[in-house]
């Protein structure tokens, strides 16, 4: 049998934007499934976890809809009871509302047929769709009225209620590389480290890494390094809470250097040790790393 979890019945108008809602919850962690007919959701709950996802407790979001087969509000509201009794889930009810006309609006523009009357005008389905979920709405321990709400602003509404610890965080990846072998793909903020004073020219140093004590030291001995790299820890403390308001998924912050083995590899491994710091789980990856030094590649010293 699973563990229990938290259950979010996510019903309401068609048209009031449902599928914006689990598609948020989607992004946040969440486990979700449109449509299922509710007398198979015990069977949904005793379904053993995949092989590794031992103690998964992820909040599962149900999409429930008038249009749904067999569809009774009278029965939902009994079964959910059950179900909290019999399995001692915590589930609760979500359920968007939106206004005749604003409902209206959005069926004409969008050119779709309203699900209850396919041949008949939409104000005839909105009306029969309301009478049918109203002992839902009655239930239901949370509304949101979406008339006036743009998409965006739905998915913040929903990202600033359901983000529970740990969910909804984007993926960081941080990578280390050589501007002379291409940027990285998929870069979402790119620093160029090739300001600072570079190891290769330096013949002891140049067989070595980034990674090494002696090149980092090397490396942070330039008058510029401490002022700058402080900088760029502080935009990137101030920028990834807004990717995570935003729900961006993945952010990948790329630093370079000319060979992509020494100073932007240190300044990489030491980003990633101020965002550990706060809060943050950075991937970090040194993606020119292997590569063997060559002069061709690195810009001529210049005289200081």
Avoid at 65 to 77: K, L, P, S
Avoid at 127 to 138: H, I
Wanted: proline fraction near 6%; hydrophobic fraction near 40%; aromatic fraction near 6%.
């Amino acid at each position: 049998m699973s563990l229990p979890k938290h259950i979010l019945l996510v019903t309401g108008m068609s048209g009031a934007g449902k599928s914006t809602v689990l598609r948020t919850l989607e992004d946040l962690g969440w486990e979700t499934v449109d449509n299922l007919p509710l007398l198979l959701l015990d069977r949904l709950l005793a379904t053993a976890l995949p092989a590794g996802a031992e103690g998964d407790a992820r909040p599962l979001a149900l999409g429930i809809g008038a249009q749904t087969r067999g569809f009774d509000a009278e029965r939902i509201v009994g079964r959910i009871k059950q179900l909290r009794e019999s399995h001692g889930h915590d589930i609760g009810t979500l359920f968007l509302d939106c206004a005749e006309g604003e409902l209206e609006r959005r069926y004409s523009e969008t050119r779709r047929r309203h699900p209850l009357a396919l041949d008949r005008p939409a104000s005839d389905g909105i009306a029969r769709e309301r009478e049918l979920l109203n002992p839902l709405r009655r239930w239901a321990n949370r509304v949101i009225d979406t008339t006036n709400m743009v998409a965006n602003e739905l998915q913040q509404a929903i990202r600033g209620s359901f983000a529970g610890e740990g969910l909804g965080e984007p993926v960081i990846g941080l990578v280390s590389f050589g501007f002379a072998r291409g940027l990285p793909r998929n870069a979402d903020l790119v620093f160029d480290m090739r300001y600072l004073r570079n190891p290769h020219w330096d013949a002891q140093l140049r067989p070595g890494t980034g990674l090494d004590p002696d090149v980092a030291a090397y490396v942070q001995a330039d008058p510029a390094y401490a002022e700058s790299v402080d900088a760029i820890e502080r935009l990137l403390l101030l920028l990834l809470p807004r990717y995570r308001v935003e729900g961006k998924s993945y952010v990948t912050i790329a630093v370079g250097c000319t060979g992509g083995r020494h100073r932007s590899v240190h300044v990489a491994e030491r980003l990633a040790r101020r965002l550990q710091g706060a809060g943050f789980s950075p991937t970090v990856t040194h993606r020119d790393l292997g590569t063997a030094p060559q002069d061709s590649l690195e810009d001529a010293p210049k005289s200081r």
